[in-house]
């Protein structure tokens, strides 16, 4: 019954934007905590900024400033906008939901940044 399905990776340049989505399954949006994970090939996936159901978020020190987690409760959707992008933001972007110590993934979506 959880769904997790990312969209809007791609290709951008150094410096460019880019905006990621999660549709969420409604059974479990509204009150399990969502968040922004990557994983760079050959390292460990890290945690990039979570949001709770009230608006409490968090950011990773390496994306503080630049990227901005949101959450449309109505329509059980998550974003990632990424502002200023960099190459070391190249990695596969997951979208998590968690609850106390139960975790949902999405299936990732590819971001790339380079020239």
């Known amino acids: 019954q959880v769904q997790l399905v990312e969209s809007g990776g791609g290709l951008v340049q150094p410096g460019g934007s880019l905006r990621l989505s999660c549709a969420a399954s409604r059974s479990i949006f509204s009150m399990y905590i969502m968040g922004w994970y990557r994983q760079a090939p050959g390292k460990q996936r890290e945690l990039v900024a979570t949001a709770t159901t009230g608006g409490t978020t968090n950011y990773a020190d390496s994306v503080k400033g630049r990227f901005t987690i949101s959450r449309d409760n109505a329509k059980n959707t998550l974003f990632l906008q990424m502002n200023s992008l960099k190459p070391e933001d190249t990695a596969v972007y997951y979208c998590?939901?968690?609850?106390?110590?139960?975790?949902?993934w999405g299936q990732g979506t590819q971001v790339t940044v380079s020239s």
């Open positions: 998590n939901a968690r609850l106390l110590y139960v975790n949902y």
